[in-house]
């Protein structure tokens, strides 16, 4: 919840200074998606409230556009000004799709977007591409910031596991991720340092989709 109130909280502070009526226009439009994100995401919580559990089901899994799913949450990452200054470059295949819940995809780049931001230096680089196989198709999130040691790597997706300075991340972030990938039938994988000895990389594995599977 907190990322869409982040992001209709800076779009809000922007209108105050706005006088180009086409912008006014496209920010309360982007209010108006991160509310009915909101929405989603608190509806998510009441039916886990009243099942216990946090299972994507059969009708929540579609056929989703891995480009366009990393496009909204660049988008909303950004929206945050006070947030480190990063370069996103999104390169997943624009013909790339996946299986999985638009909502619980969503909130996965975003933990894994705003963790290689926070471990950027400013302007730096954070890069997304895609790869697919036959039966499934790999997504990697790549940063150049400073890397995770060695001997942390096996805690990082344990909860309330942080390399944070205090009062600056939960340790919930990573743990979400693994739990979402699960329930979606998907799995991820770190690599760090990379091949300069600097930086991070996650790899995504979901079950490959299409739009003609899905109508049929």
Do not use: W
Not at 57 to 71: F, G, K
Not at 137 to 164: C, N, R, W, Y
Not at 189 to 203: A, C, H, I
């Amino acid at each position: 919840i907190g990322n869409p109130v982040t992001g209709i909280s800076s779009l809000a502070q922007n209108l105050a200074y706005e006088d180009d009526i086409s912008a006014v226009q496209e920010a309360a439009a982007d209010i108006l998606i991160q509310t009915e994100r909101v929405s989603r995401i608190v509806e998510s919580l009441v039916n886990f409230s009243h099942t216990g559990r946090d299972v994507a089901s059969t009708e929540d899994m579609q056929a989703l556009n891995i480009a366009d799913c990393v496009d909204e949450a660049m988008h909303l990452l950004q929206l945050d000004h006070k947030a480190r200054d990063i370069q996103f470059q999104n390169r997943c295949d624009r013909e790339h799709l996946v299986r999985a819940d638009s909502q619980r995809l969503l909130q996965v780049f975003i933990n894994l977007l705003g963790n290689a931001r926070d471990a950027s230096d400013e302007q730096g680089l954070i890069e997304v591409d895609s790869e697919r196989g036959k039966d499934f198709t790999t997504i990697i999130v790549t940063d150049h910031g400073s890397g995770i040691p060695a001997e942390l790597q096996a805690q990082v997706f344990e909860p309330f596991f942080t390399t944070k300075e205090p009062g600056q991340g939960t340790g919930l972030g990573l743990a979400l991720v693994y739990s979402i990938l699960e329930n979606m039938d998907g799995r991820i994988l770190l690599q760090s340092p990379l091949e300069d000895g600097n930086g991070t990389r996650f790899r995504i594995t979901l079950n490959s989709a299409s739009y003609d599977a899905e109508y049929a």
